[in-house]
């Protein structure tokens, strides 16, 4: 029913900056929230960050907090992950995903896209 895809991700020196885009498609009235999680290699898909398609509440982990920022486009049904001050621990692939629900847990959004990579160099 929801399409979405990821897109932005590269390699990047430790430090920098990459924005990450995602975009959303079929029948997307019926998502409230919109997140990001990532996922490096033998590691579990971890929380990210998230945001509500209304009211643009959001919420992040400690992690990445003051460093990675979300935000929408209504208009476009578009999601943004701009990630500053890169770190080779932010290596992840990194996902989208919608759910009608707001909650931290992958298990809990319905819809993902396909992922974007993104990689940090030292």
């Known amino acids: 029913q929801v399409q979405l895809v990821e897109s932005g991700g590269g390699l990047v020196q430790a430090g920098g900056s990459l924005r990450l885009s995602c975009a959303a498609s079929g029948r997307t009235f019926n998502t409230y929230v919109m997140a990001w999680f990532r996922q490096a290699p033998g590691k579990e898909r971890e929380f990210v960050a998230r945001?509500?398609?209304?009211?643009?509440?959001?919420a992040y982990a400690d992690s990445v907090k003051g460093r990675f920022t979300i935000s929408r486009d209504n208009a476009n049904n578009t999601v943004y992950l701009q990630m500053n001050s890169l770190q080779p621990e932010d290596t992840a692939v990194y996902y989208c995903a919608a759910d009608s629900r707001l909650g931290y847990s992958p298990q809990q959004y319905d819809y993902w896209g396909q992922g974007t990579q993104v990689t940090v160099s030292s």
């Open positions: 945001i509500t398609w209304r009211g643009g509440n959001t």
